[in-house]
Every structure is written in C-alpha cells, then in structure tokens.
C-alpha cells in the first residue's frame, strides 16, 4: 500500500499505485506496448512511432505519478518492480493511459486496470467515463462494456476512437 492507497490482487500479479521509483519501468513499458502491440495504428511508420514515443520519458512518468491523477502499475507477484502494464485516471473521468507489457499480454492485465481505475472513479464520485482509444484496443473496450461515442475529427489525432462508459456504484 503507498501514499494514493491502491492494492489488488489479479491473478499472477497484483495492481498498486505507481511510485517515483516506477518512472523508468513505466515509461519503457509504454514504449514497448506502443511499439510491439500497436502496430495496426502506427504501421511502423518511423514518423509516426516517434511522435507517439517521445513523451514516453521517465521524467514525464515522474510528472504524471506526482501529478493530480491516479497512476496504477501492475506487477508481477514474484516481483514487485518487475512491471506488466500501466493504468492512468484523471479525475475529471478521463482513462488516458492503458498499455500492457508485450510479455503480458491476454492474462487479463488490462482488464484488472480498467477495473481498478473504474474503482478509483467510483470512489471519487465519478460515474461516467470516456477514453480515446486506440485501434488495437477497440475490441478489448466494448468486450469491457464501453461504447464508441464519436471519432475524433483531426485527421492527425493518434486515437482511433472515442469510448464512453457509465459506471454504475
Ligand atoms: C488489446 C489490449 C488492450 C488488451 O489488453 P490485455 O491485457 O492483453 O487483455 P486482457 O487479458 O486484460 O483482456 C482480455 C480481452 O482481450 C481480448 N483478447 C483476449 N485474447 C485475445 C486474442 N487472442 N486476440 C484478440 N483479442 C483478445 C478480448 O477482448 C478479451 O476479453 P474476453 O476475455 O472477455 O474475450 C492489449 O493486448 C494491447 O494490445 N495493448 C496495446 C496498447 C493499447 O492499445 N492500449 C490502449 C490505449 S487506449
């Protein structure tokens, strides 16, 4: 248990809050997430990837774990540095980030995170989510229960979609 107080067991793994110390982890798994598993929305276009990768710093991870939203990393029970995906919520309702490791990926990382951030929602009072969705990940949302509401209207916009979910308490 830390500071912003999230601990879950999943199966495997465990969902926690992020801490200072997960920086580095954090951003090298978005980085390999978006560059592994994402290839139906970057195509490997070098430009593209790029562009997506270029905040994916661990200074910018340390900016979002100190900032108002809530950061959630899951970790392998054997060891608890060794990160298999990312979570983020802010707290106006907004998923804005949802990346599992390639190692990782269809044990159910995801699913736990969404679900731990819909908590965190719940808690704080919010009861109606929207995130901005990837391609490769339009699948897994609706299976979740959310519903595409729009598609974003710049040409140049990396989501592929917008989602929307009423979370019921
Ligand atoms: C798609 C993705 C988000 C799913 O996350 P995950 O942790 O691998 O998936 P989970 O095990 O939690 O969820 C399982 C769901 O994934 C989908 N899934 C599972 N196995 C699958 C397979 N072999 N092929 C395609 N989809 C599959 C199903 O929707 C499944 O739900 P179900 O079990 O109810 O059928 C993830 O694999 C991914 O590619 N992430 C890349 C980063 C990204 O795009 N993030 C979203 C940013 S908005």
Not at 153 to 160: E, M, S, T
């Given at each position: 248990m830390n500071s912003k107080g999230m601990k879950l067991a999943g199966s495997g793994f465990e969902i926690r809050s992020a801490e200072g110390m997960d920086a580095a982890e954090i951003a090298a798994v978005l980085r390999r997430s978006i560059a592994e598993l994402c290839v139906a929305d970057h195509n490997n276009d070098p430009e593209r990837l790029g562009s997506w990768l270029r905040n994916k710093t661990e200074e910018t991870a340390l900016g979002w774990i100190e900032g108002p939203g809530q950061v959630l990393v899951a970790v392998s029970q054997g060891s608890d540095r060794q990160l298999l995906g990312v979570g983020m919520a802010l707290p106006a309702g907004e998923v804005v980030l949802n990346y599992v490791d390639p190692s990782a990926r269809y044990q159910g990382v995801s699913k736990a995170l969404m679900w731990s951030l819909e908590s965190y929602f719940t808690t704080i009072g919010v009861t109606h989510v929207s995130l901005r969705s990837t391609l490769t990940a339009e699948r897994f949302y609706r299976s979740i229960g959310y519903v595409q509401s729009d598609i974003p209207?710049?040409?140049?916009?990396?989501?592929?979609a917008i989602f929307e979910k009423d979370l019921h308490p």
């Open positions: 209207l710049d040409p140049g916009d990396r989501a592929a």
